[in-house]
Structures are given as structure tokens and as C-alpha cells.
């Protein structure tokens, strides 16, 4: 079967390539997935420079989600049937034409969701709804976040939008505004404005701002802080500058904010089933309705794993890249 695999860590564009491999076969409790599509996520990039929480062993398959067909039940596997449609994530190696997940992690799909909605379902939108979650904001509320035209900022603003919470979208380009308007997504600003955090507070008026959500580190983070209420908390979901957090100790003290990390995957691990259960009905629900948007911005074969995965890094764009074998 073809994949997209990588020998060493590096610059994903230059160490992954196109390399056939044996066909997996499913463990106990797992199933062998037909890939029907594939995003690549920017922790998957993370990943294959060898810069995330989790290090494969090498040689390693790419991708961590996809949509495809049940090809084949391992040995114990109950309540699946071959040729069912399914979407995963947090798995290894769906970059490639077939790969092999545990039966536990399946999502059914219904026939309303289409394979490019439902290649991107779980790790982004799913993390969006599970991180507002854990920020525990409740109708009326008042949120801001930075990086707001990434895909997780377009979920957590649309599932906000949803939800009845007022989410402030920061961009750091003024090009950046546009992008987010024409998915109806309000309340949005450039951070490349003169007096932009006053703009922020003008928004939120006399209410506080009771969290924040930080995907870029550095003296963003600092900024963040800054705007955020008393008993404030600011929630740090990533680092897209690669520096470390710059806080003000003042504001930390005397706000009595707090600062908390959190990760998708160790969160929604720890997540009891009926509660996973009820956040993908309410995810499925707003994205059949269209109220949840999961764009995309080009589609690639495997064999053009390098061209997908600038395309992927590139500025601008207006939705996922995948992969399609």
C-alpha cells in the first residue's frame, strides 16, 4: 500500500515521501480502515520534526485522523460491521491507503456529513468543544483568543456563536478580519491595529472578560493576561511562536488569574463515554445544520506529500489540507 512516511525527524516537506508499505493487519480489539481522507494537522508536523508529546518510532507513517470504510475486525471486535463508514483520531499512520485503530475510538457517521467535513470532525472541532468545556463559560459570558482564523479558533468561535458565548477573535493580520466575516464570525480583531486591546474592551463592554485561550506563546500570552478580568483564567493551547509563556507577574497577582494547559487528546482520554457521547451529538448536530463550517483548502494525493504540506503552512489559507490516497 502507498504512504507518506518519514526515516528521520526534520522539516516534514523534506523528510516525508511517498514509500509503499506492508498491508496492516488489526490486532484484538482493533479494525483496519480504508483511508477515504486525511487532514494534516499542524501536530502532525510537530510530530514528524520530532517536537511533540508523542515520538514514533522510525521508520513512521504520517497522520493522526481520518474518515474511511471498516476493511477488516480484528480478533473480539463487536458492534462494527465491514464497509461502515467511520471517523478517528488520535491514531497513527492515516496517512497512508489503510491503517489500523482501536475498535473503542470509532465515530459512526450519518450520511448528512460528507467525507471532507468528517476527515477534520474530532481532533479540532472536537478539541474546540471539550476546551470550552473545560473553561466551564456559560451563556452571556465573555472569552477572547488569539490565532482565531486557525481551525480550532474558527470552531471555538462557531461553537461559542452556538452556544451563546461571546468570543473575542484575535488576528494578527488585518486580512485575517475578512477571512473570518465570511464565515460569520463576528467580533474579530487584528492585533496589527494601533489600540487594538482597547477595540477588545470596547467589545466586551462592562463585562469581564472571564477567560482566554492562547495558541501562540510568547509575549502574546502576556497580552492576553492583560485583557482578562479578576479570577481571570488563561488557558494555554499551543505555541505557534515556539517561546515560552511572557506573563506579568502583577497581573497574575493581583487579578488572582490562573493559567492552565491543555491538551485535546489527554483531556477527552479522561473523558467519561456518556459525556464523549453527548459533545459528538452537539458537534454532529451544529455541523449538519451549518453552523459549524469545516472548510477546505486543497486536496492531495500521497504521492505530492511535500506540495500538501507547504500548502498546509502557508498563510492565509481557508481551511484544511488533506490527503486523499
Known amino acids: 500500500m502507498r504512504t507518506a512516511k518519514h526515516a528521520t525527524f526534520g522539516d516534514p516537506a523534506e523528510v516525508l515521501a511517498p ?10 480489539g482493533q ?9 494534516i494537522h499542524n501536530h502532525d508536523l510537530w510530530t514528524v520534526r520530532g517536537q ?63 467525507d471532507e467535513a468528517a476527515a477534520q470532525l474530532i481532533a479540532m ?19 477572547v483568543q488569539n490565532t482565531a482564523n486557525g481551525m480550532v479558533g474558527k470552531a471555538v468561535a462557531m461553537l461559542g456563536k452556538a452556544r451563546g458565548i461571546n468570543v473575542i477573535n484575535l488576528v494578527r493580520r488585518d486580512a485575517g478580519i475578512g477571512e473570518l466575516e465570511t464565515l460569520g464570525i463576528g467580533n474579530v480583531v487584528s492585533t496589527a491595529a494601533e489600540g487594538w486591546k482597547q477595540q477588545v474592551r470596547a467589545l466586551a463592554g462592562d463585562a469581564p472578560i472571564v477567560a482566554a485561550i492562547d495558541s501562540v506563546g510568547g509575549t502574546a500570552s502576556g497580552d492576553l493576561l492583560s485583557l482578562l478580568g479578576d479570577d481571570g483564567l488563561l488557558v494555554s493551547f499551543g505555541t505557534m511562536t515556539g517561546e515560552p509563556m511572557q506573563i506579568s507577574s502583577g497581573d497574575l497577582i493581583f487579578k488572582q488569574a490562573v493559567v492552565k494547559g491543555f491538551w485535546g487528546a489527554k483531556v477527552s482520554a479522561a473523558m467519561p463515554a456518556d459525556e464523549r457521547q453527548r ?47
Do not use: N
Open 19 to 28: 514509500v509503499d508499505a506492508p498491508l496492516p493487519d488489526p490486532a484484538a
Open 31 to 39: 479494525v483496519r480502515i480504508k483511508t477515504i481522507l486525511s487532514p
Open 52 to 114: 511533540y508529546g508523542y515520538k514514533p518510532e522510525l521508520p513512521a507513517i504520517g497522520g493522526s485522523e481520518a474518515v474511511g470504510t471498516v476493511d477488516a475486525l480484528g480478533e473480539g471486535v463487536e458492534g462494527v460491521t465491514l464497509g461502515q463508514r467511520v471517523a478517528v483520531a488520535g491514531v497513527h499512520g492515516t496517512w497512508a491507503e489503510y491503517f489500523t485503530a482501536s475498535a473503542k475510538g470509532l465515530v459512526p457517521l450519518p450520511e448528512e456529513i460528507g
Open 125 to 143: 472541532p472536537f478539541s474546540a468543544l471539550t476546551l470550552l468545556e473545560f473553561l466551564e463559560v456559560k451563556e452571556g459570558d465573555w472569552i
Open 279 to 325: 459533545l459528538f451529538g452537539e458537534l454532529m448536530r451544529l455541523v449538519i445544520t451549518g453552523a459549524v463550517q469545516l472548510p477546505v483548502e486543497a486536496i492531495f494525493p500521497l504521492d505530492r506529500i511535500g506540495d500538501a504540506v507547504r500548502a498546509s503552512l502557508a498563510p492565509g489559507k481557508a481551511g484544511k489540507v488533506l490527503l486523499k490516497p
